[in-house]
């Protein structure tokens, strides 16, 4: 796991996309490159793959070695291997994305080389590190309209007006909350409990929760593999 | 183009997975490996990349090579990194996958190293080509419900029955023929034209083509450049 992969002609990367909620919106933290090329300028988390290191788990140690966080939700998002994307040499990079809850984030500790910032307004990152998060934001925004993947930003249950929230928030624009709460209750993923928030309120709001019989991670025939990985990773 | 890329530790790889609809289904062409590993055992059209060619290029090569096809349809599938999915080194394979039009696929020549087998009815695989086209099968399943993915496998214009004939050869069972119907009429994506097919029949079938405004391959931001690439390809 010490050996850095170093190849004759191609570099084989590892990148992460980390998403996680504020209250201003979808924010994802960046480390600033101490070395060339594109030193001092900011980039995804990321680095050579280890010879002996599964993807996945070479993608949960940026990860935690960036934010000091475990996700639950870590799946691969694309390659990219443009032949010019770095300069002077071949580099292709498998880019995993991961999504925390925001209480996760908050454990999360910025310095002077990670930073947190807005996914929609980015500085010009190093490589082609902005083409990947246009396309991750996209990703995401596709799939929260067909999958449970907003429960990834979620706790074991939650009101309508949390999970409408986070719709807003990675969607980045309102919603209207009658016709939100008639998709939901239209949707056989999301289950409404029988406990409510407590607190001294006149009607205190119903908690829902997920299916959880449906994978978070939905990749058909490799997500028992994938399963396996997470616990490793 | 010429030098193949070999590395100190990890050796990057593209492979595709070819699907076309014959008459039984959906087939996909294999191609025997005359070397060790798993010498004499088939294996998808595949190998190491070359220092200078983009990744898409690759599996249009392969496609090109194993088929004499171009694909109308090449996108990536999925980057597979398992440690040991090779004997004795580490190889990560960029996947990508191809459909081909009947038609197209008839063109295709076998050999003594190259064979059509159905994609659903396969030998036991080298490396984990097994699990790499269960998962294209899965994927192609799936996308089939929410995409104009179909487009790929029928010509400009195709009658309800063949989009149906279509629809049943890749999910691998009847439909309802009403049912399908109304489906495809609720269905923005396909359009009616005024045109019916010739002959003399007395109520000729009507033809319909895709609305081809919207991308076959969607791949948001990475779309145009797609599209660029393919043209090379």
């Known amino acids: ?3 850095a992969v170093t190849t004759n002609e191609v570099t084989l990367a590892v990148s992460t996309v980390i998403f996680a909620l504020g209250p201003e919106g979808l924010r994802i933290p960046l480390v600033r490159r101490i070395r060339q090329p594109f030193e001092g300028q900011w980039a995804l988390p990321g680095g050579p793959i280890e010879t002996r290191e599964p993807l996945e788990a070479a993608a949960g140690r940026n990860l935690l070695e960036t934010t000091n966080l475990r996700s639950t939700y870590l799946e ?3 390659c990219f291997g443009d032949v010019d994307r770095a300069p002077g040499e071949r580099v292709v990079s498998v880019v995993y994305w ?8 908050e454990l999360a500790v910025e310095g002077e080389n990670v930073r947190w910032f807005s996914a929609d307004d980015l500085p010009p990152l ?3 590190h902005n083409v990947i998060v246009d396309y991750a934001l996209w990703r995401l925004r596709t799939k929260m309209e067909y999958s449970q993947i ?3 930003f979620l706790g074991e249950t939650f009101t309508l007006a949390e999970l409408r929230r986070v719709h807003e928030a990675v969607l980045g624009r309102p919603l209207d909350p009658a016709n939100f709460r008639r998709q939901v ?3 056989d993923a999301i289950i409404a409990t029988e406990q409510h928030i407590t607190g001294g309120r006149h009607r205190p709001p119903r908690l ?3 299916d959880t019989s449906v994978a978070l991670t939905d990749n058909g025939p490799l997500n028992k593999k994938s399963e396996a990985r997470r616990v490793v990773s």
Chains 1, 2 share one sequence.
Do not use: G, K, P
């Open 208 to 210: 829902y929760r997920y």
């Open 150 to 152: 907003a429960h990834a």
């Open 98 to 105: 991961a999504l925390v809850r925001s209480d996760e984030a």
């Open 1 to 3: 796991m010490t050996t």
């Open 126 to 128: 190093a490589f082609d």
């Open 185 to 187: 209750e239209a949707s």
């Open 76 to 78: 691969q998002l694309y």
